[in-house]
């Protein structure tokens, strides 16, 4: 099999444009998050939330959700620190600030078909309980 110069390109090309939609994919659902417009947001049918909260799935039950608590959803800001993009997943490590709160966030997306398929979200919700916290042998 002969490979050509423009089989090269059109492989490079492709690479690309699959890291560009995976990054567009998840622009958008920040862009979405930040608007307020939850009921478009870019999830497939089949979407699954996995958080310190549990899991939620699929799309309806996770737009219930978040219509049922809006409070705790809608109004955040987001500042993020870092991203990586590969064809069909990506992972996000943010900070979501609303009012006097923030919250310190890294996500996984995984993508199909255009949309996002699977989040797998790590953040801390509370206080360390104390047979979890380290020793201080400075004291």
């Known amino acids: 099999m002969l490979i050509t110069r423009i089989d090269i390109i059109c ?3 492709n690479k690309k444009r699959s890291k560009m ?8 659902w ?6 307020g417009d939850y009921l478009t947001l870019p999830v497939s049918d089949n979407f699954k939330h996995t958080s310190p909260f549990g899991t939620i799935q699929p799309k309806e039950q996770y737009i219930n959700v978040i219509k ?3 409070d705790k959803f809608l109004g ?7 991203e990586i993009f590969e064809k069909d997943r990506a992972c996000v490590r943010y900070t ?3 009012d006097d709160f923030s919250l310190d966030v890294s996500e996984w997306y995984y993508i199909k078909n255009g949309l996002i398929e699977e989040i797998i979200s ?18």
Do not use: C, M, P
């Open 96 to 98: 979501a600030t609303k």
């Open 68 to 70: 049922e608590n809006k």
């Open 30 to 35: 920040f862009k979405k998050w930040e608007e």
């Open 76 to 82: 955040y800001r987001f500042e993020i620190h870092d």
């Open 21 to 28: 939609n995976a990054e567009s994919i998840i622009k958008k």
């Open 11 to 13: 492989i490079v090309v």
């Open 122 to 139: 790590y953040y801390h919700i509370g206080e360390i309980r104390d047979e979890r916290k380290l020793a201080d042998k400075s004291e």
